[in-house]
């Protein structure tokens, strides 16, 4: 058997990411090490032996498995993603800084919503490739859409994580986007969307809390914009060059969440502007690539699981360094690939096997 001629650019460029992401992210760690209220050695143990170890070895099986056979396995991936964000609620499941987001089980925690947001993709691509023609006449990817996300969106309010849902939404939008629907229902049938999007967004108080916030950027800078405020500082202070690998200041004790939402800051203020914008055009190129696959790949599912499954990385991470500059609200969205998360990582690298597994049939 003839071994399969992966997209090497868009390899690389991964490996570059994660790479990058190991040593940024043991970095931003070291700022918890001095807390004893943190358990740093669990945290090393959580992101580089269960995320990049177990999810390199689980990347590796998915990527053996191929990705024809994924598609069929597509309503069950889904359903078991259901159920297991519904366990939440059961003794299995946690609370952390006021969500229930997390299950634990046999000592090891991890977040369902992550299996959550891939199944979807997979969920969705699978089903408009079926049903092509009849996506491509008629209201029927529209409908599917607000059905997908509907459900979904059930067990998220209520643990809740309004983030997931817009992450659940703005993939599967992408997929319609690409999958040739008919533009005026997905732009009618949208903006009525994000209506209803921003009044559920806004009854939740620390939605409304995170767009006053935003708002009002210079003021509370010793509570709810304290976190924003300490990250401009950190970034700003690195100027052009930065004050060296392992040398921020912020990340000991004034940036919360060092090693998760705010590591960019933590890493433009140890390799300055220069390292911030190498590491935007890293993420940009990675994209691009991606993006480029799916356009060139003839086989449907596949180019809409690329399609959204990109679009789901390159938004998260986006948004991550946007509101770390300020650009916009704080909304726990992570730097994909380097923010801690064990199973995020492992989601995320699975991803990439998946992509490299697709791209074996195409020529770019």
């Known amino acids: 058997m003839k071994p399969r001629k992966i997209d090497k650019p868009f390899f690389f460029l991964s490996l570059a990411l994660i790479v990058s992401g190991v040593f940024i992210f043991y970095s931003a760690a070291l700022g918890f090490a001095s807390r004893k209220s943190i358990d740093y050695s669990n945290m090393i143990f959580n992101q580089l032996v269960i995320g990049l170890l177990a999810g390199s070895i689980i990347a590796f099986i998915v990527f053996s498995i191929r990705y024809k056979f994924l598609k069929k396995l597509a309503p069950f991936l889904f359903i078991i993603s259901l159920i297991a964000i519904f366990l939440v609620f059961t003794p299995l499941g946690y609370d952390y800084n006021g969500a229930r987001r997390w299950l634990s089980i046999a000592g090891v925690s991890f977040q369902p919503t992550e299996f959550l947001k891939i199944s979807t993709i997979i969920f969705f691509s699978a089903w408009i490739a079926k049903f092509q023609k009849r996506n491509e006449k008629t209201r029927f990817g529209v409908f599917s859409l607000i059905a997908v996300v509907a459900v979904s969106a059930i067990p998220l309010l ?22 040739k629907a008919p533009l005026k229902e997905i732009f009618a049938y949208g903006g009525i969307g994000l209506v209803l999007v921003l009044i559920v967004g806004m009854s939740f108080g620390h939605v409304r809390d995170r767009a006053v916030s935003f708002i009002n950027i210079n003021e509370d800078s010793r509570g709810a914009n304290f976190q924003v405020q300490q990250s401009l500082i950190a970034i700003g202070s690195g100027e052009i ?124």
């Not at 994580?161 to 659940?168: I, T």
């Not at 502007?273 to 480029?292: E, N, Q, S």
Request: glycine share 8%.
């Open 158 to 179: 209520l643990q809740p994580d309004f983030d997931a849902v817009l992450l659940v939404a703005v993939p599967l939008v992408a997929i319609l986007l690409v999958s």
């Open 241 to 364: 060059v930065g004050k060296g690998y392992g040398n921020s200041i912020q990340k000991f004790k004034y940036l919360p969440e060092a090693a998760g939402d705010s590591i960019f800051a933590v890493f433009a203020e140890e390799m300055g502007f220069i390292g911030g914008v190498l590491l935007i055009v890293l993420y940009t190129a990675w994209a691009l690539r991606g993006y480029k696959i799916a356009h060139k790949t003839k086989d449907n599912f596949s180019k809409y699981f690329i399609t959204g499954s990109v679009t789901l990385i390159i938004v998260q991470s986006f948004v991550n360094i946007a509101s770390m500059l300020g650009v916009l609200p704080v909304v726990g969205m992570p730097l994909v690939f380097i923010s801690l998360g064990g199973t995020a990582l492992m989601i995320n690298l699975c991803i990439v096997a998946i992509i490299l597994d697709m791209s074996s049939t195409v020529t770019v």
